[in-house]
């Protein structure tokens, strides 16, 4: 069983993978298929069912173990074509040939650890229910042993590993998030945020933030599209360190919103950024541009973590944070003439779309509604997302799916679809922007026992036609391309620049461009996506 999940193990998922992620999975895959043996083979002793006759015995583990040698052999000599077709289909070079041994290598040594934990628990397990067995019965020992042992292995993991990584983890991105990057200067103009009369320090900002607000197009970079006017876009970002309370970060960036007039922008986006804090700038690029800069954003960090641990270690402070900043802007917002006031939007990006999405609650704006949110990436804990692909329209398939109507909520992928939908969008739109091949968005943890509807026909554009579910192997084969996977732009978790373009074209209908300038413009986003 271990050999044959080893073997499995090798199929394509959803992006490519490198010889050292493909041994680290096969290595799991296999003792994974071992430990699906050995359950087995216990069950078989405890409903005492017949074994095979001891001289059959030793002759039938032979056959077995040449059957599933040979079949691990011919996955792993297909394994460098799956993966080729893969890069092949994202528009990679093919790479060398798959190096058996070292897979092999990493896979073996991995079994071995977690076969050396297996073991370790069942040892301490054991130790523990013969001692109990002094003084309570037999059986009642046996599960109290077992229960002890798992809390104690998970204070061990938990308590003492994970925090210390998490503690130098913390201690190293926090370094890297004060580091003063030589290339991005401070502003000099003192309408920018950053500058010396803006009301958010630049040295507080945080490495993301300066990166931020120093990136962009200027009103000259707009002006080569256009002949229409055009004005400098407007960026505020308010940092960690300049304070440790949300409301009072949330009072600053409105402050600041305020101060370089914002709200007289016919734009206003309200961005959360990743869990570094991170602003895709090929998110935001396009927006400036069709608005022919006409637009202000704002965003506000709640880490210095990659989002993965973000997640893990501070789960509640990109929502807080969230909530923080667009109660505040929002709050202001309703106060403004209907008339007299920019449109508001919502964006976040992958760990960012999932705390948009938590910043606000319906009830709270249904009388004064903002006028629409671009989410790309989603992760598949998004609650809003995960409603609208579960109650899709049966005719549709979960990687591009249709929400009723179309009137409210709608998804594209790289060929476009929020111009699809039965009924006109509404003035409030929700826009998902998702790749079939983004781990983040698909992953489901309960494809270590059923078929997510995703792999099922039709597929998505950009998943290999190779691909097969396999109970458990699939899973740890997800979770490896969500952690460590890598794409070019337009696939997996890396979105373009010229699909952001096609969807915000979509989302706020910028007007008074034609058709000639709006094509230019996309192939000028085509080509920085190279």
Known sequence: MGTLFFALSMTPTLLPRSEITQGVISGLALASGYGVGVFFIWLWSYFELPKPKSKNQALVQIIAGVIFLLIAGFFL???????????QLMGLEESASVNP??????????????????RLFLIVKENLARKLEKYIPRRVSYVVGLITTFILFW????????????????????????????????????????????LLSWDEMGRTGRRFLSTGPSSD???????????????????????????ERASLALEELKRVNAFDRSVL?????????????????????????????????????PSPLSLLAEEEFGADMARALFRTVYNYWTELPHDDRPKLYLHGLSLGALNSDRSFDLFDIINDPFHGALWSGPPFRKSTWRTATIERNPDTPAWLPRFRDGSVIRFANQ????EAGDAEWGSFRIAYLQYASDPITFFDPNSFRSEPDWIREPRGPDVSPDLRWFPIVT????????????????????????????????????????????????????????
């Open 155 to 198: 204070f061990i993991a938990n308590g003492l590993l994970f925090s210390s990584l998490l503690r130098f983890a913390d201690s190293t991105y926090q370094q890297i998030d004060t580091l003063i990057e030589p290339e991005f200067d401070q502003p000099d103009d003192p309408m920018k945020t950053g500058s010396v009369a803006s």
């Open 475 to 530: 899973m740890l084969q997800l979770a490896a391309d969500m952690a460590t996977g890598e794409s070019p732009p337009g696939y997996g978790h890396e979105y373009a620049a010229k699909h952001y373009f096609d969807s915000w074209l979509a989302l706020t209908e910028p007007g008074g461009w034609s058709d000639e300038e709006l094509a230019r413009l996309r192939t000028f986003f085509e080509e920085r996506d190279q």
């Open 77 to 87: 000599w297909h394994a460098s074509g799956w993966q080729n077709s893969l890069r």
């Open 221 to 247: 970079d707009i002006r080569q599209f256009t002949t229409h006017e055009v004005k400098e876009p407007i960026r505020v970002y308010v940092g960690m360190h300049v304070s440790e309370s949300f409301d």
């Open 101 to 118: 041994f070292l897979i092999g290598s990493i896979a073996i040594a991995v079994f071995l650890g977690v076969l050396l934990v297996a």
């Open 269 to 305: 986006v309200i961005i959360t950024p990743t869990g570094t804090g991170w602003v895709d700038p090929a998110a935001i690029d396009p927006l400036e541009y069709l608005h022919r800069g006409d637009i202000a954003s704002v965003a506000a960090q709640y880490s210095y973590l």
């Open 415 to 418: 060929n476009g679809g929020l």
